[in-house]
Nanobody, 115 residues
């Protein structure tokens, strides 16, 4: 029933920008907190950002000031605007929600930042 689909990843040069999207179906986003995570090759998955149902946001220190999470409740989409990208930002980016004590993940979208 619940499905999350990430998109917008790709290859970008250092200092460039990219906007990721997380589109949901089978759930109303407006009442749900949405998280972004990322996983670099050979590394653990790490939390990146959250946007709560009230619109408040929090970020990991490594992306604070460079990334911005936002939501369009009418379209059931959450965005992650990524600016000033560096090769350290390379990885697969996932969105995640938690409903009824169950986590739902998207399939991920690849982001590659070249030097």
């Amino acid at each position: 029933q619940v499905q999350l689909v990430e998109s917008g990843g790709g290859l970008v040069q250092a200092e460039g920008s990219l906007r990721l999207s997380c589109a949901a179906s089978g759930i109303t986003f407006s009442s749900t907190a949405v998280n972004w995570y990322r996983q670099a090759p050979g590394k653990l998955r790490e939390w990146v950002a959250i946007i709560n149902s009230d619109g408040s946001t929090n970020y990991d220190g490594s992306v604070k000031g460079r990334f911005a999470i936002s939501r369009d409740n009418a379209k059931n989409i959450v965005y992650l605007q990524m600016n000033s990208l560096s090769p350290e930002d390379t990885g697969v980016y996932y969105c995640k929600i938690r409903r009824f004590n169950r986590d739902y993940w998207g399939q991920g979208t690849q982001v590659t930042v070249s030097s």
